[in-house]
Structures are given as structure tokens and as C-alpha cells.
């Protein structure tokens, strides 16, 4: 059932956010919103455009030259302070909503996504008041006092993807506005909802007009027109590589800094002496997580040769067992893809791995009892590195379960990638750990354990799987500029 105060939301939802003031689109068009659970639209709201992300820009610039660009460090930390605990107020309606919107069940969106997004901006709001410079001692011959300041880039447009909206779009936010710069947030026009109540969110807690502005539309329209406005400083993107690749040439035509989050094809390894029961539990959760539709997806799984039938049978049970269903349903697993034309991607890479010869063992088709929406069983193939499915993002429920022999064999497999965001290691080993950490090419690597995040943490890839890092004190170095001042004292 949806909360009352989530049903008023999706009654008035709809115009974009710039400059403090919440308007129609300049072109008068709107973008119909789906739940993937029923199929059904949901609500409508402004489909952006090129005009659209310019005014954003431009308020987000009158932003930092006028009140944002004098609110003082302490202030601008009490601001974060208040939007997190505004998060944790509205935590219910923002769990619904991404359930709603997402297709994700309500329960990850409770444990995970919401809890999260109010850990970043609380995280963050620690920071304005520590971005200190420091005094250098130079050997240039006479008397010269030298130091350095972190100022805030600019204008950041930040372009999220539709799998984590709000959480993403935290990371992004946080620290850009940690550091004082103003943010043009491009939602995904298949999920713009959460980020429409986090603006409101952002005008209840008082931020200055224009320091947020949230414009949901089209990649090509509102995407494109933000990397190429040259009042934008920085972009920073997640989402699939080959966007990523284009954001970066087109940057370079005006020298934005860019930071870029992208795919992911991570490899989990479970050796041996590792604890099955903890092992084939997180293994589950790293391949359905989210239905699979997260970038650091362990969606090929490494297993002992020796173990690797008894393995796979588990598994194949366990996935049997999971229950499908409206995101918004109590008992819900896994939920809904996100769209009808995503569900056609993913299977169109389960009948490619069943054409190339992987051995498909559960799953593979939809699931109708479960709802008229975007549903799809959680699959698991026996299959070998040639395979698309062992070598290419699916962005799905689909698991790759790989034989190995040795631990040289397996790093060396796990490593024949272009990504390189994210792994798992599952052993009771620890010095066996740190050496396979140590040779892993990714960005992150989980030992006993998967998918932990705290926002003090960094989170980024390696190769074609980005460049930056999200969270922590580290993505604050994407969001600052440093600025030497020399003074000659005579």
C-alpha cells in the first residue's frame, strides 16, 4: 500500500526544480513514469530539454556568486545535518518510492538505499569546516609566505543513473555541496521521482535557491546540453560505459573535470577452505542483489573445480527458493526489472549464452505469477570465460558459475576484463586474502562479505570501469580546485 504522504507526492509531482522554484519545462512535454511491478503508470512529470538545463545552470551560477557563495562552512554543514535528518523523517515515503519507481523490494530499499543516502549528507556535513589548505616551504631566495586554499570547482552537473536514485545521487550531492559548489542533478527519466521529493527535502531544510536544481529528461537532451554548457565546471556521471566514454570527449572540447562511475563485470571467488554456508549465502546476494541490476554485480563466480558440482547444485536450489514479487509486497526477494526494454536486453544475453553452449540450470524465463511486470527468474548458467555472459555487463539477475583450478589460474581469469570495479574473495585464509586483494585489478575488493558501503569509504574502478572516486575524503578532491598564493613580503 502506498503511504498517504507518498500518494499527495505523486499527486503534485511533476515540474523540474531550478533555482529554488519548481517549473514546467520550457517545451511543455512530460515524461509518463512507470512501476515495473504492475507496468502501469504512476506519474508524469516535466521531460527537460537543452533550455531547461541551461536556466539550471545559470541559477546555479547566480547560486555561487550571491547567497550559496556566501554561506559560511559551519552553515553549509548544518545544511547537510538538516537534509540527512530530513531524509530520515520522509524514510518511509523514500523507501516506497524507490520501490515504486525502481521495481527494488521495499526491504532493500529500507536497509540499504534510504539509511545511506542520510549516512552520506551527515558524513558530509562534517567536512566544510576541515577543507584547509596548508603553508608550503619554498626555497625561492627572499622572504615569501606560500600557502594553499580548496575552493569549491563551480558548477557540477551531476547525471545518475535509474538503479540507485537516490542513493547515487547522494554521493554526488554531498560532497559537491560540502565543498560549495552548486549542482545541476540530471535524474534518469525512468526513475526521476526520488530526486523531485529530495528537492522539495532540499527547499523545506532552507538551502539558498539554486544551490540544488534537479532537471529529469532525456541523456541526449538534458545530458548532453549540461556536459557541453561551458557555465558547467565538472561532470560527474555513472552509468554505462560507452556513455561515459562520450561525456569524456565531449568535456575536452571546454576542459571540464569529469569524474565518471562505470560498468562492471566483477568476479567472486570462493576458495576452497572458505565457510560454504557464508559463502554461497553472499554469493546469492552479490548475483540478485537489486535484481542484478547494479554495476558491481558479482556475476561470475569462481568456484573450486573439486566443489564446483556440489557448489552449483546449492546454489541452483537457493535460487529456486527466492521469492519474486511487487516491490512493494512484505515477502518480496527480488522484484521487477526495471523496464520492458531492459527485460528484453537481459533476455536477449540469456538466449546468446545458451546459443554459445552455457549450460543453463535454473531460471532464464519470466515469472507471470508473480505480477503483469518487468519479472524475471533469477538464472545461473554453468559456463566457461569465452562466453558473453562470463565477459559482458548483463546488468541482470544472470549468474556465471566458473570452474577453477589454482589460485594463480583464478586471479589471472579474474583479471582477463576490461572493468575493474569491484571483486569478492570467500576464504578462511588470511594471508591467502591479502594476496589475491593485493593482485586483484578493482577498485574495491570485499573479503567475506559483499556489497559493503559506509560513506567513509572510497568507491571507484579501475580501466574501463571509471575515473575518480566516489565517498569519502577522496571524492572531495574531485569537487575542489587548489589554489596557490604567493606573497612576496620584501
Not at 161 to 168: D, G, K, S, Y
Not at 302 to 322: D, N, Q, W
Request: hydrophobic residues 45%; negative net charge.
Amino acid at each position: 500500500m502506498i503511504p498517504p504522504r507518498l500518494a499527495r507526492f505523486l499527486e503534485r509531482v511533476g515540474p523540474l526544480y531550478i533555482g529554488g522554484a519548481f517549473e514546467e519545462a520550457a517545451g511543455g512535454e512530460r515524461i509518463e513514469v512507470l512501476d515495473p511491478s504492475t507496468a502501469e503508470p504512476i506519474a508524469q512529470v516535466a521531460r527537460g530539454g537543452p533550455e531547461d538545463a541551461a536556466r539550471a545552470v545559470r541559477a546555479a551560477r547566480r547560486a555561487l556568486e550571491g547567497a550559496w557563495g556566501r554561506t559560511s562552512p559551519d552553515e553549509r554543514g548544518r545544511l547537510l545535518f538538516r537534509l540527512a535528518e530530513a531524509i530520515e523523517a520522509h524514510a518511509e515515503e523514500l523507501a516506497a518510492l524507490e520501490a515504486l519507481n525502481v521495481g527494488k523490494p521495499i526491504g532493500e530499499a529500507r536497509m540499504a538505499d534510504v539509511p545511506l543516502a542520510a549516512q552520506h549528507f551527515r558524513y558530509f556535513a562534517g567536512w566544510p569546516t576541515k577543507l584547509t589548505g596548508e603553508v608550503l616551504p619554498v626555497s625561492l631566495p627572499g622572504r615569501h609566505h606560500v600557502f594553499t586554499r580548496r575552493e569549491p570547482v563551480g558548477v557540477v552537473a551531476a547525471i545518475t543513473p535509474w538503479n540507485f536514485p537516490l542513493l547515487i545521487a547522494s554521493w554526488k550531492l554531498a560532497p559537491a555541496l560540502a565543498a560549495g559548489n552548486a549542482v545541476v542533478l540530471k535524474p534518469s527519466e525512468l526513475t526521476p521521482l526520488s530526486a523531485l521529493y529530495l528537492a522539495e527535502l532540499v527547499e523545506e531544510v532552507g538551502f539558498p535557491a539554486g544551490a540544488v536544481n534537479v532537471v529529469p529528461g532525456r541523456g541526449e537532451d538534458v545530458g548532453r546540453a549540461l556536459v557541453a554548457d561551458p557555465g558547467v565546471d565538472k561532470v560527474s556521471f555513472t552509468g554505462s560505459v560507452e556513455v561515459g566514454q562520450a561525456i569524456l570527449r565531449q568535456a575536452a572540447e571546454t576542459m571540464k573535470r569529469v569524474t565518471l562511475e562505470l560498468g562492471g563485470k566483477s568476479p567472486n571467488i570462493v576458495f576452497e577452505d572458505a565457510d560454504l554456508e557464508r559463502a554461497l549465502k553472499g554469493s546469492l546476494f552479490a548475483a540478485f542483489f537489486n535484481q542484478g541490476e547494479i554495476c558491481a554485480a558479482g556475476s561470475r563466480l569462481f568456484v573450486p573445480r573439486k566443489a564446483a558440482a556440489e557448489i552449483t547444485e546449492r546454489l541452483v536450489e537457493e535460487a529456486k527458493r527466492i521469492r519474486l514479487g511487487p516491490a512493494l509486497a512484505p515477502g518480496t526477494q527480488m522484484g521487477p526489472l526495471v523496464s520492458r526494454s531492459h527485460l528484453e536486453r537481459v533476455r536477449a544475453y540469456i538466449e546468446l549464452g545458451q546459443k554459445e553452449g552455457a549450460e543453463l540450470l535454473v531460471g532464464g524465463g519470466p515469472a507471470p505469477e508473480a505480477g503483469p511486470g518487468f519479472f524475471l527468474r533469477p538464472t545461473i548458467f554453468r559456463a566457461e570465460d569465452r562466453h558473453a555472459i562470463s565477459r559482458e555487463e548483463v546488468f541482470g539477475p544472470v549468474l556465471a558459475v566458473l570452474a577453477f583450478d589454482d589460485l594463480e589460474e583464478v586471479v589471472r581469469r579474474a583479471n582477463d576484463t576490461p572493468y575493474g570495479l569491484a571483486a569478492g574473495i570467500w576464504t578462511r585464509d588470511l594471508s591467502r586474502a591479502l594476496r589475491v586483494a593485493e593482485a586483484l585489478g578493482a577498485g574495491t575488493v570485499w573479503v567475506n562479505g559483499y556489497y559493503l558501503l559506509d560513506a567513509a569509504g572510497a568507491w571507484g574502478g579501475f580501466r574501463a570501469s571509471g575515473l575518480g572516486r566516489e565517498m569519502g575524503r577522496y571524492a572531495l578532491e574531485h569537487y575542489t580546485e587548489v589554489k596557490t598564493v604567493w606573497l612576496n613580503l620584501g
